[in-house]
Structures are given as structure tokens and as C-alpha cells.
């Protein structure tokens, strides 16, 4: 559903900016990378957040990468 909200709309916008010629395809083509950009970025939060987050060896929760863990307080 939400991609269809943020994907239709997009699909209009391209289709007026190849049809507007060569500045609608230059802006086309940023609009994408910028997209594709925003896109790794929030990919790379993903990334980051996998190894600063471990599971407990105790209670095997997951629990922030620190000294001690969040539930049941075992040192990590
Ligand atoms: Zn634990």
C-alpha cells in the first residue's frame, strides 16, 4: 500500500518530465538519483544498526551492544 501511494505518483512525475524533453530528462535522472541515494542511506542505517545490536548469550534478547544487557541486566 505504501508503495503504491509513493509509486504511482512517482511514475506521473517521471512520465511529465520525459515528456517536458531534455530538462525534464535531466530532472528525471537527478530525481532518481537522489532517490536511489536517499534510498542507500536509509539502507545503510539498517546496516548500521545490525552489529550495534546483539543478542544476550542469557535470556537471548535483543539488546543494545553495551555492557550489560537490557532485560535481565547479564553482562555482555
Ligand atoms: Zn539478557
Do not use: H
Amino acid at each position: 500500500m505504501l508503495y503504491a501511494l509513493l509509486g504511482i505518483p512517482a511514475v506521473v512525475v517521471g512520465f511529465v518530465l520525459l515528456a517536458m524533453g531534455p530538462i525534464g530528462w535531466f530532472l528525471a535522472a537527478f530525481l532518481g538519483i537522489a532517490v536511489l541515494g536517499a534510498a542507500s542511506v536509509f539502507g545503510d542505517d539498517e546496516e548500521r544498526e545490525g552489529p550495534a545490536r546483539v543478542n544476550c548469550p542469557e535470556c537471548g534478547s535483543r539488546t543494545e551492544a553495551g555492557e550489560a544487557c537490557a532485560y535481565c541486566g547479564e553482562p555482555l
